[in-house]
């Protein structure tokens, strides 16, 4: 019988060099780094083609999925993640109604945004969680404030209805720094803060998987920061709230179980791809100055939402093609859960049609596409593996130059923080004014003709933030890339 022959033995090795020497006679002269090296907004210089060779060198590429630094992700058999819709919680019955119908189309993870604080007591649980099987789904409530009356509600509910403790998923979205950060100050001290959430983090310790720290780094996404600043100063940030807990007496290992980071998730496709397994590695090596190696609490919790700087009032059903490619990278990135926002939520109220059209968005990759099949779907590739290590060495660097400040908390008391953003920011507003980053149908392609859509609320298309006399720190600024464009279009609409 014949030996049969690899196919590939048919053909003769390419080097690198015989790549250059093509590609250099198809230039025809011209420079190679002016032609098709390009920067990214980090001022990461990426090549046009990779190779074997680009990704000997790094030292976690021969890791597995589930094992430290879980840069391929914590899930070993499979690239499974919740789907998550938030309702705002105003009318507690209509909102029970809601999530039991929502339920039924796809959605597996819930997020109560409560708008009022005070409304928060037992009876008004009882009714949210009517008929909701909280231990098969994740439950998450977003309140400011009230957060040990929720933990309480939740914990006489799961032990009437008989449900053992480690069937709950979820989080209290508890983020002190968060809010102090966005609104320059808390309504108590600091100090006051990190004691209550600590107290709130231990007793929830009851509840092994039910989060008490929902660190919202989306908010430096939406604040202009690239992707290296998002992810050092979250970071950072989780390091903050390792250190005060810590202090506070809790052990690194119950502290690090009760952090959930939220990132959000913009259009660079690859590098979004990246951040998330930049994200777990940097997070491993941040613990592992705390505890063990092999502790269960070492694995980054991530939540995704779709960025909101790059959507836009005109031409909005573009949006959902924005979303579109941020479900993807995050879910091609690893993520736990994920947000996609509906494609009009920058300019009113969604309603059933964009809500339907979000939830569908990420159906689709999972039931159509099989994007849950496969854990660390960007293994192996040359490009990916390559940006992974450009964005953690980079983020690693400003994360230790924000510790030698003392942490985070003093990175935004002395305005660091605030003034990377800013700068980043003002120049991501230039390179959109002279379109080198690139908004379709706002600054590339716009329909003159085009009226701004029915319904819009003002309050969403251009958020204020009030200025206030008493504030800790200066707050940072959030705000959409398009902003100025839509400014000038409606008043010239009107």
């Known amino acids: 019988m014949a030996k049969k022959k690899k196919l590939f033995d048919q053909f003769p090795p390419v080097t690198t060099k015989d790549w250059m020497d093509k590609i250099n006679a198809d230039l025809k002269g011209a420079d190679f780094n002016n032609k098709l090296v390009w920067k990214t907004n980090e001022g990461f210089e990426v090549k046009p083609f990779y190779r074997m060779e680009d990704i000997e060198n790094l030292i976690y590429i021969n890791t597995l999925p589930g094992e430290f630094p879980y840069i391929r992700g914590t899930k070993i058999r499979n690239n499974n993640w919740c789907v998550r819709q938030n309702i705002e919680v105003s009318d507690y019955s209509e909102a029970n109604r809601k999530a039991l119908t929502i339920l039924m189309k796809g959605i597996d993870s819930l997020g109560f945004i409560i708008t009022d604080p005070e409304s928060v007591n037992e009876k008004n649980f009882n009714l949210l969680l009517k008929d909701i099987h909280i231990e098969i789904i994740e439950v998450n409530f977003l309140c400011n404030g009230k957060a040990k009356e929720i933990l309480e509600y939740i914990t006489k509910i799961s032990s009437g209805r008989g449900l053992n403790p480690q069937d709950i998923h979820g989080a209290i979205e508890a983020d002190p720094i968060g809010r102090l950060m966005v609104n320059g100050k808390l309504c108590v001290t600091i100090e006051s803060g990190f004691d209550y959430l600590a107290s709130l983090t231990e007793s929830s310790s009851v509840f092994p998987n039910l989060r008490s720290i929902h660190l919202k780094a989306s908010n430096f996404n939406n604040a202009g920061a690239d992707i290296v600043q998002e992810l050092a100063f979250g970071i950072s940030m989780g390091n903050e709230y390792l250190s005060q807990l810590t202090d506070r007496g809790l052990s690194a290992d119950i502290a690090a179980s009760k952090v959930r980071f939220s990132f959000g998730i913009g259009s660079n496709y690859f590098s979004e791809i990246a951040?998330?397994?930049?994200?777990?590695?940097?997070?491993?090596?941040?613990?592992?100055?705390?505890?063990?190696?092999?502790?269960?609490?070492?694995?980054?919790?991530?939540?995704?939402?779709?960025s909101e700087w790059n959507k836009t009032v005109f031409d909005p059903f573009v949006n959902m093609l924005r979303t579109q490619t941020?479900?993807?990278?995050?879910?091609?990135?690893?993520?736990?859960?994920?947000?996609?926002?509906?494609?009009?939520?920058?300019?009113?109220?969604?309603?059933?049609?964009?809500?339907?059209?979000?939830?569908?968005?990420?159906?689709?990759?999972?039931?159509?596409?099989?994007?849950?099949?496969?854990?660390?779907?960007?293994?192996?590739?040359?490009?990916?593996?390559?940006?992974?290590?450009?964005?953690?060495?980079n983020a690693w660097k400003l994360f230790l130059k924000i510790e030698d400040m003392g942490g985070f908390l003093a990175a935004l008391k002395s305005g660091f923080i605030q003034k990377e953003l800013s700068e980043s920011a003002d120049k991501r507003k230039v390179d959109i004014a002279n379109g080198k980053e690139i908004l379709l149908g706002t600054n590339r392609f716009p329909d003159i003709n085009e009226k701004a859509p029915s319904a819009i609320e003002l309050s969403r298309v251009f958020k204020t933030q009030e200025r206030e006399s008493d504030l800790l720190i200066e707050p940072i600024r959030l705000f959409r890339g398009s902003e100025e464009y839509e400014r000038l279009r409606l008043i010239t609409d009107n």
């Open 326 to 393: 941020e479900a993807m990278s995050a879910i091609l990135g690893g993520t736990d859960s994920l947000t996609v926002e509906p494609f009009d939520i920058v300019l009113r109220q969604p309603g059933e049609f964009s809500e339907r059209i979000a939830r569908n968005q990420q159906l689709i990759l999972k039931e159509e596409a099989y994007f849950d099949k496969v854990a660390d779907p960007a293994a192996g590739s040359y490009y990916i593996e390559n940006l992974t290590n450009l964005i953690a060495d």
């Open 275 to 306: 951040k998330l397994r930049a994200a777990r590695l940097l997070w491993s090596v941040v613990q592992k100055g705390y505890q063990k190696a092999d502790s269960i609490s070492m694995k980054m919790d991530i939540h995704c939402v779709t």
